[in-house]
């Protein structure tokens, strides 16, 4: 087994060429002739312009209640953002209202309940099928 990990660390690792990404083609080619397809279009950047700070974020796997989701995927696509940005949003806003929270978590403890419960019911189901 020492010698399969052995193996997969020391492997060496292909290399690839860089590829040209840019957007604009140079006006003129390698061989230094004219190229006819080049735009005649200049992309500058704003001089006060910053780069965007980058978000770390996390993948992580929700799972929610058919129609709810359903209801939720339906008013972020209306909204044209995504369920993740409108979560972290209402998340955001729950925190700034004391009260509202309160109020959020009570029900999300109900809700919870009743989860666990089915949950447990679908357990006991499986087990008792089994024997």
Do not use: W, Y
């Not at 995927?73 to 972290?88: T, Y």
């Amino acid at each position: 087994m020492a010698d399969a990990l052995d193996r997969l660390k020391n492997r060496q690792r292909p290399t690839v060429d860089t590829r040209d990404s840019s957007i604009i083609k140079p006006d003129h080619d390698d061989a230094g002739t004219q190229n006819p397809s080049s735009p005649d279009i200049q992309i500058s950047t704003l001089p006060d312009s910053k780069a965007p700070p980058s978000l770390e974020v996390k993948n992580t796997t929700l799972r929610l209640e058919t129609a709810i989701g359903e209801e939720l995927q339906s008013l972020c696509q209306g909204q044209k953002i995504c369920r993740e940005v409108f979560i972290e949003s209402m998340f955001l806003q729950v925190q700034a209202d004391p009260d509202l929270l309160d109020r959020i978590l009570q029900g999300a403890q109900e809700r919870q309940k009743k989860r666990t419960a089915v949950a447990n019911h679908k357990r006991a189901v499986t087990m008792m099928s089994r024997l």
